[in-house]
């Protein structure tokens, strides 16, 4: 398992280890996931899918829940917490 | 628009965890087609999440293997959002799926309870198994400290999964009393093979502290956890931490099984012996009928995926087996009630809804769930009252609202393309 | 003056609620009583607009009036009512509604209401999300939208800070002869009592009729900047219109939230609150030949709720035909939110046997025993 990703969060590169998730890449940069609706920084609580917390932009998609999509060579992700 | 595909099985399986692939092996057996629908991008479930990167010998990969030498059809990344009139309808990251089946077996499984306290949306306070989940999609915890809270036994699997990629677990705090914790322990030596597996678990725990009467009541950092304060046997304590993992047991995932109208138990999917629900031809099996682990999702999944391919004999030879592992359903429910206390956690401005930011206090102004959604906007989030609805059925003794599509947010070219019938249904 | 003792109101709707507000505010000694929670009848369900609308010279009397106590309202609405004046975009998709967006044009000018006429052009700088080319559209900038249970929520309130009391979870059984009678025995006696019962109306009041009219709705997750104004196509008219049909129209607002609330459609006859999937993928697909790019937004929720639809499309606001010690105040159809205002209004003149700044007559209730005469 020596294979890697790289993508950008933010525009920051982060190279995580393949089969790894959104999440994990927008974690390993340092930033959070979201702005909460009264304006706190959020990050997964789940992990699977279920609380929505982790919803980031992938690729100018925004709303996309980070902890169920696999992280892909370039991908350009907006976390904006 | 996006384009709208259709699969046809004789027995369709939702979740591909544990009971879900077990049911799925089960049914093929017949030779009919099967169909797994999963919404996460592999199968395994939460438990065999990452399992593919794992031993070659292990429970998981047996089971994954068989999978994947058999020729049951697995749908990843489906999320199922509406079932009506013998159909599904789910949509992946590309398409919207209309999915119609003979039969149907429900393997939905469960989700974390949290409960809300002052600093719980603080960046890495996190599920127990939520933090579990995070590490085996890849996070890197090695030199972390983490503070594993909550209630149940899924707090040992975290804190020993933790401590083996290399984080500190600076200690177990268990909200359940401490002779409650040791009859769970006593009780659970005489399930067949659990007795090795808490062998395992101490060892693999030696050293980690692990609290009983012991609770986390407030969390703090500035935009991230720095520390966690915790109530043990009365006193409180400050303890630096990177993560919280925090989870207070486990709640079964019953959307879809009562949007097929399957009747409930007492909060469970209601199922006769042959896992069947009330609902003719529509099966379930695992964590949605009861609380009771591994070994009883196996094996209820084989039960249904036999009698749900008119195999009555072998479902009946699995009874005895599902029976010995019954009875970890009513220990786990002895072991781990919830005490009130927890019930003052929240202070008035906590938030209660994360997705809308609705305080407890705002919530204390209203007598029901419907009542408190509607004018507070509490559940109406995108995570559809998941988190917060449970909470609230905790903390203010609600009945939660009826299931309506779409079970999960979906792409409004999804709902478009759910299958609709040529005669109305009024 | 001398004021009656006591005025009870069956249902804390937003028209139960308005009238409460008005009622309390003039002195009266007001109870709201409501078999479930505030606004969870038509009001929970409603989209939530305050539009002008002229189907009749009696349709844009109440809708124009109640627009303006709506906007004398708006600097005391806390946030959570999400007011946005956001107005509202009649949509043209070729000649034939282009002659209609012309006719509405004269017909709210010379009225007094501020509306412009846009070309093909000015429709996409307004509405960027809209397929090309429409045809133009009608923009009416004082129409806004509001979020109905935060609003009934406020009006019930500002009648409490007056002395009006609001009971819950209490069915009321019958009312008439200055009595109200509820499911579990209890007997209150009113000078007044104001039928705003919604859909159950004519389950309290015999001798009116109000049919339930089915309507779906869905709304997004928060898309900031997605849509400005409220949009409807004027096909609206066209399928709305029908009395018998069921019919969907492409109606979109933008929230305060950021979401996107998208309808509409009306079904008669439809008694289960289930969501349709038929008329959802109808009403869905209406939306996306106005704006594709609704197509790929997350929908969150869907939800159904019944209008409570008169005859001729006017609300039931007066004496009830068989009890003048009932006030009828129901039957608001799908501008129940618009008209609250006035209809308390008209309702406290004829409590207070004042002369009401419209005419009351078009909403008389009584007119639906005249129409059955003639049939």
Request: charged share 20%.
């Amino acid at each position: 398992m020596s294979e890697s990703v790289s993508v950008r969060v933010n525009g920051k590169p982060v190279t995580v280890r393949a089969g790894a998730t959104v999440a994990v890449a927008v974690l390993a940069s340092g930033a959070t996931c979201r702005t909460s609706v009264t304006g706190q920084p959020r990050s997964p609580l789940c992990g699977m899918g279920t609380c929505f917390e982790c919803r980031v932009a992938i690729n100018g998609e925004p709303q996309r829940r980070s902890c169920q999509v696999l992280c892909e060579a370039n991908m350009e992700i907006e976390a904006n917490g | 628009m996006d384009s709208v595909k259709h699969l046809r099985f004789d027995v369709a399986v939702v979740g591909a965890g544990p009971a879900g692939i077990a049911a799925a092996l089960a049914a093929a057996d017949s030779g009919k087609t099967v169909g797994l629908i999963d919404d996460n991008p592999a199968a395994g479930g939460q438990i065999w999440r990452g399992a593919q990167n794992v031993q070659r010998h292990s429970v998981s990969a047996v089971w994954l293997e068989r999978l994947n030498k058999s020729a049951i059809q697995l749908v990843r990344g489906a999320r199922v959002f509406h079932a009506a009139d013998g159909e599904l309808a789910a949509e992946s990251d590309d398409s919207a799926i209309q999915i119609s089946y003979g039969k149907l077996i429900l393997a939905t499984g469960a989700r974390e309870l949290y409960l809300p306290f002052p600093g719980w949306t603080l960046p890495n306070v996190m599920g127990a198994g939520g933090l579990q989940a995070l590490v085996k999609s890849g996070l890197d915890i090695a030199g972390k400290r983490i503070v594993v809270a909550g209630t149940g036994p899924l707090l040992l699997a975290v804190a020993a999964y933790a401590r083996k990629c290399g984080a500190k677990v600076v200690g177990i705090c268990e909200q359940t009393t401490r002779p409650r914790m040791a009859r769970f322990g006593m009780k659970m030596m005489l399930v067949p093979g659990k007795a090795a597996e808490a062998l395992h678990f101490a060892y693999e725990l030696r050293g980690i502290p692990h609290w009983t009467d012991c609770w986390p009541v407030a969390a703090f950092g500035n935009r991230r956890l720095e520390s966690v304060r915790i109530s043990r046997q009365g006193q409180t304590s400050e303890i630096e931490c990177d993560y919280l993992a925090c989870g207070f047991h486990l709640i079964p995932n019953v959307e879809l099984p009562r949007m097929c109208g399957c009747q409930l138990k007492n909060g469970f999917v209601d199922v006769n012996e042959y896992q069947q629900t009330s609902v003719a031809g529509t099966y379930c099996a695992g964590e949605p009928t009861g609380i009771g682990g591994l070994e009883l999702a196996l094996v209820e999944g084989e039960i249904a995926g036999y009698a749900a391919t008119n195999w009555e004999d072998r479902a009946k030879h699995l009874f005895p087996k599902r029976a010995r592992y019954q009875t970890v359903v009513r220990i786990l429910k002895a072991a781990f009630p919830l005490r009130p206390e927890l019930k003052n956690l929240a202070r008035p401005d906590t938030l209660v809804c994360r997705c809308e930011d609705v305080s407890h206090e705002r919530l204390c102004e209203y007598t029901s769930w419907r009542a408190a959604k509607l004018h507070t906007r509490c559940g109406m989030g995108p995570c559809q009252g998941r988190v917060c609805a449970p909470a609230a059925e905790f903390l203010f003794g609600w009945q939660i609202d009826s299931v309506r599509p779409p079970l999960y947010p979906v792409r409004c070219s999804s709902l478009a393309a759910i299958p609709s019938h040529s005669v109305p249904r009024n | 003056m001398n004021k009656p003792s006591e005025v009870v109101i069956v249902g804390a709707g937003i028209v139960g609620a308005a009238c409460a507000f008005e009622l309390a505010a003039e002195g009266l000694r007001v109870l709201v009583i409501d078999e479930g929670f505030p606004s969870t009848g038509a009001t929970g369900a409603a989209m939530g607009h305050i539009v002008v609308m002229d189907d009749s010279e009696a349709q844009f009397a109440i809708t124009r009036y109640s627009q303006i106590l709506w906007d004398d309202l708006c600097d005391q609405l806390p946030a959570a009512v999400e007011f946005d004046p956001c107005g509202t975009l009649w949509v043209a998709a070729d000649e034939e509604e282009m002659a209609e967006v012309r006719r509405k044009f004269d017909y709210y000018r010379e009225r007094g209401v501020n509306a412009e006429i846009l070309d093909s052009q000015q429709v996409r700088d307004a509405e960027p999300r809209l397929r090309a080319p429409l045809t133009g559209a009608l923009r009416v900038p004082g129409d806004s939208v509001v979020y109905p249970p935060c609003a009934t929520g406020f009006l019930l309130q500002k009648a409490r800070e007056l002395g009006a009391r609001i009971i819950h979870g209490r069915p009321v059984a019958a009312i008439g002869a200055g009595t109200v009678r509820l499911a579990d025995g209890t007997v209150l006696a009113a000078a007044f009592i104001i039928n705003a019962a919604g859909q159950s109306a004519p389950q309290l009041s015999r001798g009116i009729s109000i049919k339930p009219r089915k309507g779906h709705l869905v709304i997004t997750d928060r898309y900031p900047n997605f849509l400005r104004h409220q949009v409807v196509e004027l096909g609206y008219l066209k399928s709305a219109h029908s009395l018998t049909a069921d019919s969907v129209a492409f109606n979109v607002q933008p929230r305060k939230t950021g979401q996107i609330l998208i309808g509409s459609s009306r079904q008669y006859g439809a008694q289960n609150s289930t969501v349709d999937e038929s008329i959802l993928a109808r009403m869905l697909q209406r939306a996306f030949e106005y704006m594709p790019d609704l197509n790929s937004l997350s929908a969150i929720r869907v939800w159904t709720g019944f209008r409570p639809a008169t005859p001729d499309k006017l609300p039931l606001i007066g004496p009830s035909p068989e009890d003048p010690s009932v006030l009828v105040a129901a039957g608001h159809e799908g501008l129940g939110i618009t008209t609250s205002l006035a209809t308390a209004k008209l309702i406290c003149a004829q409590i207070l046997g004042q002369r009401p700044a419209i005419p009351v007559q078009p909403y008389l209730p009584s007119r639906q025993m005249t129409a059955e005469a003639h049939v």
